[in-house]
């Protein structure tokens, strides 16, 4: 079989495709376009062929689309390659898989711009916790990891407050997990309050929360982490009901308690297991201030 046997073979093919099918020169030249009937399109099709890559995208994604081609026609096999363009204010995402076949690619284009939304709220869900709509431990470690990385000098002085909830299963038990909840979301949303946008506040699971404070000092540290069980331990109101727990907090300060993010929350997680076994609701330093 000759290489033009090859090529009608694959133009049969791509006329069964449900995609936009582009044949593409080495240089960027457009030659043909192949375009299901009722396949939405941003752009009048019929205007493509005898124009260039560069001519049609903008430039980085250009670049994108031509070091696949090239790729394609150096290894002979198929290469994917996904881009994104703005359309009428909207980002939208595209993958074209292309095809080398008689000195030409062919370009396979679909749309991908929903199933990247679904993987990026999938990412979010995994990030979010769902009830108290607060970050998830993950990003606390990603977040403070990084900070931690800096060049010696370069990390800005920080504190890991790990916190629990003192009364909280007693709220549960008494008055049922639908309370318990709300009252859990409550106390987060005091939290969050507490501190500044620039600190970070996370549910490390159950009735655990911890924070980190971001180029403060031990003063302020101290300050913070009053103020959060005076606010914590106020009432709450739910259904009628009145509800009290306390706060117990663990405080870590790097780098005097630990090197890295796990080191820190377990310093900060046996300063509040302190406070806990002398009652709960107060506050614990890791080296005892």
Known sequence: MTGEDDVERLRALVAAIPDPVYRVRADGTFVSVEVPDDHPTA??????????????????????????????LRSGGLVAVEYGLVVDGEDRHWEARLVPAGGDVYAIVREVTDLRRREAAAIDAARTDALTGLPTRGVLVERVGGLLDLPMGDAPPLAVLFCDLDGFKAVNDGFGHPTGDRVLAAAAARIVHVVRDTDLVVRVG???????????????????????????????????????????????????????????MAAADAAMYRVKQRGGGGIAWATGR
Do not use: N
């Open 43 to 72: 752009v009048d099709q019929s205007t493509i062929p005898g124009q260039r890559v560069q001519d049609v995208m903008p430039r980085r994604q250009a670049a994108v689309v031509m070091a696949g081609i090239v790729e394609a």
């Open 206 to 264: 159950g009735d655990e929360i911890a924070v980190a404070l971001v180029g403060v000092d031990h003063d302020v540290v101290a300050r913070v982490a009053e103020r959060l069980v005076a606010e914590v331990s106020a009432p709450y109101v739910v259904d009628g009901h009145e509800h009290r727990i306390g706060l117990s907090i663990g405080v870590a300060v790097h780098p005097d308690d630990a090197a890295d993010v796990d080191g820190l």
